[in-house]
């Protein structure tokens, strides 16, 4: 059965960083494009980066310069380097492939407060 595991969440302070990662249980993102998305309790799940196969790159203008989306198709693997991060950015952040999208995972908690 396909997985996705998100992790490398936590608390961290305004202007902190966070690296999240998205392992999946086969090779399932190799030649797809990839997302993370965030939800906020009562809000829809919002995109906030992709990267496609060939590697090209899309950013929520929320995060635009900020966070770095990117993929290592050997270890089946998506990553979220998250810097200068805002109060604004506190969610439960999730992977998928864009289309044909799999079982969410259970997301990874970040919360960026003093």
């Known amino acids: 059965q396909v997985q996705l595991a998100e992790s490398g969440g936590g608390l961290v302070q305004p202007g902190g960083s966070l690296r999240l990662s998205c392992a999946a249980s086969?090779?399932?993102?190799?030649?797809?494009?990839v997302a993370w998305y965030r939800q906020i309790p009562g809000e829809a799940r919002e995109m906030v980066a992709r990267?496609?196969?060939?590697?090209?790159?899309y950013y929520a203008d929320s995060v635009k310069g900020r966070f770095t989306i990117s993929r290592d198709n050997a270890k089946n693997t998506v990553y979220l380097q998250m810097n200068s991060l805002k109060p604004d950015d506190t969610a439960v952040y999730y992977c998928?492939?864009?289309?044909?999208?799999?079982?969410w995972g259970q997301g990874t908690q970040v919360t960026v407060s003093s």
């Open positions: 990267i496609v196969s060939s590697g090209s790159t």
């Open positions: 998928n492939r864009i289309f044909p999208s799999l079982p």
């Open positions: 086969g090779r399932i993102f190799s030649g797809y494009a």
